[in-house]
């Protein structure tokens, strides 16, 4: 097969996998079926502009359309078929596929650079209740990662001090976020950057990985697991420090001690009203009026939208490993822009301005 | 109009730009630059933040021509270059090194391995440090303390350093930057 032919045939692949018509490409790139058609087949050679606008579309890189395998991974294989099984749109698909780049991507530099993949516990469940075993392992997990019940502000964050990648991507309404669990690449998750409630997607994935109960995991809207929920529960609003917070409140039911501690907590509405009324904070009444009440539309008009999030630079496993790979030449900068969809110029400063604190040290 | 003999990489053009002294470049091949739609997209990408980096897309298809149709020995160049070499999977560097390699091109750039692979490869590079030199002995800068100006513009304008051996080489002091 001579090259034509390679990219040729991986353009019809990438295609395919994340469920693109020639039509639907066509119209999206501005080119004609016709000439698509001949970049599949081999015929005509796709100009490199076109590569790229290809890539970002089928959410993968240029390289795969040369033939490049990236490091295998059934587990990978695995969640991109989950993702077909729930018949995505295009666009979202894309997302979980580049998501997957991202990953391999992460295995092949740690493995490069001898860095560690994070070592994260196991928590068998049993028959015993849902509740109880969240509870319990919420607690653990609390006191593992130091966190007494202090908030936590910005569990992506903390996870990623214990290397374990948050990536954030626009995955649209259908999906909120997903998770991959390897024994050989340990965990990644993946959270939808247009949704405003992250703390509570993250704290819900870690839960999947903290069970290992599947490999990988994918939260459509309107799916559900028990466990992983009241985890979310626990984990973030620890009854102690609930009752502390709420006491700086006179009077619950005020909208404002609502949004206020939806804001602390970076949780729902739903899933903090819920909370409070466990924990006997919120009666049976106001429970369904506030359930009811569009709270989060009030928030907006308030205080604004959630400023959109960036993918990439939010990942620090991801920073980290780009960015000591450059500087010890595993990779260029041309390389590390595309890995981080920033500029080159980017990296340039920053790699100048880690070399000046450098100097200043010595 | 004399043919164009050099491709350019991002780097380099990031470097005279943000610095303030495109011109320079511009004067001193004044036939022209060639660079690829690859490089043209990651200047596309920094001009969002860095605004003086609009100067080079001003040049685009005048002093400065792209590539973007590419032979099929240029491909299957660059899909050898991804494969044989990692760090070139991603990213400008293969199509630029493929395009120089096929097209006979002095390749310009500032970024160390593209740098040693080309010349692997039987491609002449040069990069900031000669085109300081070049210029410097061509009388289009004009004295030692334009020199040091632009270099230490380099530096604190477009974050690019010269090493301590390129210093040397322009006979300026090591303590400069």
Same mark, same amino acid.
């Given at each position: 097969?001579?090259?034509?032919?390679?990219?040729?045939?991986?353009?019809?692949?990438?295609?395919?996998?994340?469920?693109?018509?020639?039509?639907?490409?066509?119209?999206?790139?501005?080119?004609?079926?016709?000439?698509?058609? @001949?970049?599949?087949?081999?015929?005509?050679?796709?100009?490199?502009?076109?590569?790229?606008?290809?890539?970002?579309?089928?959410?993968?890189?240029?390289?795969?359309?040369?033939? +490049?395998?990236?490091?295998?991974?059934?587990?990978?294989?695995?969640?991109?078929?989950?993702?077909?099984?729930?018949?995505?749109?295009?666009?979202?698909?894309?997302?979980?596929?580049?998501?997957?780049?991202?990953?391999?991507?992460?295995?092949? @530099?740690?493995?490069?650079?001898?860095?560690?993949?994070?070592?994260?516990?196991?928590?068998?469940?049993?028959?015993?209740?849902?509740?109880?075993?969240?509870?319990?392992?919420?607690?653990?997990?609390?006191?593992?990662?130091?966190?007494?019940?202090? +908030?936590?502000?910005?569990?992506?964050?903390?996870?990623?001090? +214990?290397? +374990?990648?948050?990536?954030?991507?626009?995955?649209?309404?259908?999906?909120?976020?997903?998770?991959?669990?390897?024994?050989?690449?340990?965990?990644?998750?993946?959270?939808?950057?247009?949704?405003?409630?992250?703390?509570?997607?993250?704290?819900?994935?870690?839960?999947?990985?903290?069970?290992?109960?599947?490999?990988?995991?994918?939260?459509?809207?309107?799916?559900?697991?028990?466990?992983?929920?009241?985890?979310?529960?626990?984990?973030?609003?620890?009854?102690? @420090?609930?009752?502390?917070?709420?006491?700086?409140?006179?009077?619950?039911?005020?909208?404002?001690?609502?949004?206020?501690?939806?804001?602390?907590?970076?949780?729902?509405?739903?899933?903090?009203?819920?909370?409070?009324?466990?924990?006997?904070?919120?009666?049976?009444?106001?429970?369904?009026? @506030?359930?009811?009440?569009?709270?989060?539309?009030?928030?907006?008009?308030?205080?604004?939208?959630?400023?959109?999030?960036?993918?990439?630079?939010?990942?620090?496993?991801?920073?980290?490993?780009?960015?000591?790979?450059?500087?010890?030449?595993?990779?260029?900068?041309?390389?590390?822009?595309?890995?981080?969809?920033?500029?080159?110029?980017?990296?340039?400063?920053?790699?100048?301005?880690?070399?000046?604190?450098?100097?200043?040290?010595? | 109009?004399?043919?164009?003999?050099?491709?350019?990489?991002?780097?380099?053009?990031?470097?005279?730009?943000?610095?303030?002294?495109?011109?320079?470049?511009?004067?001193?091949?004044? %036939?022209?630059?060639?660079?690829?739609?690859?490089?043209?997209?990651?200047?596309?990408?920094?001009?969002? *933040?860095?605004?003086?980096?609009?100067?080079?897309?001003?040049?685009?298809?005048?002093?400065?021509?792209?590539?973007?149709?590419?032979?099929?020995?240029?491909?299957?160049?660059?899909?050898?270059?991804?494969?044989?070499?990692?760090?070139?999977?991603?990213?400008?560097?293969?199509? #630029?090194?493929?395009?120089?390699?096929?097209?006979?091109?002095?390749?310009?750039?500032?970024? *160390?391995? #593209?740098?040693?692979? %080309?010349?692997?490869?039987?491609?002449?590079?040069?990069?900031?440090?000669?085109?300081?030199?070049?210029?410097?002995?061509?009388?289009?800068?004009?004295?030692?303390?334009?020199? *040091?100006?632009?270099?230490?513009?380099? %530096?604190?304008?477009?974050?690019?350093?010269?090493?301590?051996?390129?210093? *040397?080489?322009?006979? #300026?002091?090591?303590?400069?930057?």
């Amino acid at each position: 097969m001579n090259t034509l032919e390679i990219i040729g045939q991986r353009l019809r692949q990438a295609r395919e996998t994340a469920g693109y018509t020639p039509e639907e490409v066509s119209q999206k790139l501005g080119i004609t079926t016709d000439e698509l058609s @001949l970049f599949e087949s081999g015929r005509q050679n796709p100009p490199l502009s076109l590569l790229r606008k290809l890539a970002k579309l089928y959410g993968v890189f240029v390289s795969y359309f040369y033939g +490049i395998e990236k490091l295998k991974g059934e587990v990978f294989n695995l969640l991109l078929d989950k993702a077909k099984e729930l018949s995505l749109l295009p666009e979202t698909i894309s997302q979980v596929h580049r998501f997957i780049f991202l990953c391999r991507e992460i295995v092949k @530099l740690r493995q490069k650079l001898g860095f560690p993949k994070p070592e994260i516990p196991y928590y068998t469940l049993n028959q015993e209740s849902i509740e109880k075993q969240a509870k319990e392992v919420a607690e653990a997990e609390r006191a593992r990662l130091g966190l007494g019940d202090s +908030i936590v502000s910005n569990l992506g964050e903390l996870l990623e001090d +214990i290397r +374990i990648p948050v990536i954030r991507l626009p995955l649209g309404r259908e999906l909120s976020s997903a998770m991959v669990y390897d024994e050989n690449f340990s965990a990644f998750i993946l959270v939808n950057s247009d949704n405003p409630y992250q703390n509570q997607l993250i704290a819900y994935e870690y839960a999947h990985i903290l069970q290992r109960k599947d490999k990988v995991h994918l939260n459509k809207d309107g799916q559900r697991d028990d466990f992983s929920e009241r985890f979310v529960a626990h984990f973030l609003m620890p009854e102690s @420090l609930v009752k502390r917070l709420v006491r700086q409140h006179h009077n619950l039911t005020d909208v404002w001690a609502l949004i206020s501690l939806r804001r602390t907590f970076g949780v729902s509405y739903e899933t903090l009203i819920s909370r409070l009324h466990e924990l006997g904070e919120i009666d049976k009444k106001d429970l369904n009026r @506030l359930l009811r009440a569009n709270l989060w539309n009030l928030e907006i008009k308030l205080f604004g939208e959630p400023s959109p999030s960036v993918p990439w630079k939010v990942s620090k496993v991801l920073w980290e490993l780009v960015l000591t790979a450059v500087k010890h030449e595993f990779i260029t900068t041309s390389y590390a822009s595309d890995l981080l969809e920033i500029s080159p110029m980017e990296i340039q400063d920053i790699l100048y301005e880690l070399e000046e604190i450098e100097l200043s040290r010595s | 109009m004399s043919e164009i003999c050099f491709i350019v990489d991002s780097s380099t053009l990031s470097n005279f730009a943000r610095a303030g002294y495109l011109n320079l470049l511009k004067t001193l091949f004044h %036939a022209g630059l060639l660079t690829t739609s690859d490089v043209i997209e990651e200047i596309e990408r920094g001009s969002e *933040k860095y605004p003086e980096l609009r100067t080079v897309l001003n040049e685009l298809h005048l002093w400065l021509k792209v590539v973007d149709e590419l032979t099929e020995e240029e491909q299957s160049l660059i899909r050898n270059l991804r494969i044989n070499h990692e760090e070139f999977e991603e990213g400008a560097d293969a199509s #630029l090194l493929a395009v120089a390699k096929e097209r006979n091109l002095v390749l310009i750039t500032d970024d *160390k391995y #593209l740098k040693k692979v %080309a010349e692997q490869k039987g491609v002449k590079v040069v990069g900031t440090v000669e085109i300081l030199e070049k210029a410097f002995n061509r009388g289009l800068i004009r004295s030692v303390e334009e020199l *040091k100006r632009i270099v230490i513009d380099m %530096a604190h304008m477009a974050r690019f350093r010269l090493k301590d051996s390129d210093l *040397k080489r322009l006979g #300026l002091s090591l303590d400069l930057l």
